[in-house]
């Protein structure tokens, strides 16, 4: 709702405009960028998959779901 030059109700005091709001970093937290998607990728192709990964991955092949516990 904008503002109006009526002196009472909802819309009273002087007409303005509304500043649009920049978002700040905390509201971005979590969004990956795509440098550190990039990154992560060159590291998994080096590095290869930690043991509890392997793990997981290999009880997902055999379908032993109900012992994989996070």
Do not use: C
């Amino acid at each position: 709702m904008t503002r109006t030059d009526m002196r009472y109700g909802l819309n009273k005091g002087h007409p303005t405009t509304p500043i649009e709001k920049t978002s700040r970093p905390s509201q971005r937290k979590g969004i990956q960028s795509t440098k550190t998607k990039f990154v992560r990728s060159v590291v998994r192709e080096v590095a290869g998959f930690s043991a509890y990964e392997r793990r997981v991955m290999e009880l997902l092949r055999n379908s032993k779901v109900r012992i994989v516990i996070w």
